[in-house]
């Protein structure tokens, strides 16, 4: 399955009126336990690189504060200004999940797991965590980390990953959740390369291996969906 039967899907659920119903009344398009190549940018719409840059910006800069996006340029998104305390804060800024020492330098371990063994299959990075259930409300935020675990391999050169979510909207999460995944990947292929370099430089890595591309991302959702405010945009 690739994002154009996604894509498909929601289209005729649309035409078909399959709706569930919100707390607050809203109809929603759901479709639960989802799995596709994610093989382009957007499901609906096109992305909004100027946000996406400034996100990837702020997930690395480790801030758990939205008004980290903008600065004093402009307000933050409403999307994260629902997830967040009044101080601004949000447990999901995605960098600090998977770079910082509290979360145990994930993305380096990760690499260091495929430089030394290349054919692993416990190259993950665990987003989500069992504590969520005392922070995702704390302070009135509400921020129940939507991303579980990414999962990545070395396969035939190539360097692929396998996202697991818990929640994503069609139409605005997936694309900006989309634009970091591939922001990652990218990033851990050079990363590798670089290490399998320096290991053959001093004898300590395989002389023959090549270096590896960027392969495919694998998506997987528990629950995919479109809130009616976005039923215009399903085409």
């Given at each position: 399955m690739k994002v154009s039967d996604i894509r498909n899907y929601f289209i005729d659920e649309l035409k078909n009126e399959n709706f569930t119903i919100d707390k607050t009344g809203q109809k929603t398009i759901e479709m639960i336990g989802a799995s596709f190549l994610a093989d382009e940018p957007s499901i609906f719409g096109t992305p909004n690189q100027e946000y996406v840059d400034k996100e990837i910006l702020w997930y690395i800069t480790q801030s758990n504060n939205i008004n980290d996006i903008y600065g004093d340029?402009?307000?933050p998104p409403q999307a994260w200004k629902y997830s967040a305390n009044k101080y601004g804060e949000i447990n999901s800024n995605y960098g600090?999940?998977?770079?910082?020492?509290?979360?145990?330098q994930q993305y380096g371990m990760a690499v260091d797991e495929l430089v030394q063994n290349p054919d692993s299959r416990r190259a993950s990075m665990i987003y989500q965590r069992p504590s969520i259930w005392m922070e995702y409300d704390e302070n009135g935020k509400n921020d129940f980390i939507c991303t579980n675990a990414v999962t990545y391999y070395i396969r035939n050169g190539k360097?692929?990953?396998?996202?697991?979510?818990?929640?994503?909207?069609?139409?605005?999460?997936?694309k900006n959740d989309y634009a970091w995944q591939l922001h990652v990947l990218k990033m851990m292929s050079e990363d590798i390369n670089a290490s399998r370099k320096s290991g053959?430089?001093?004898g300590i890595c395989d002389l023959d291996a090549e270096d590896i591309s960027i392969g495919t991302i694998t998506w997987q959702v528990q629950n995919l969906h479109v809130y009616e405010r976005h039923f215009d945009l399903v085409k």
């Open positions: 340029d402009r307000e600090k999940l998977i770079y910082s020492d509290k979360y145990y360097l692929d990953a396998v996202v697991q979510m818990r929640s994503n909207d069609v139409v605005f999460g997936y053959r430089d001093i």
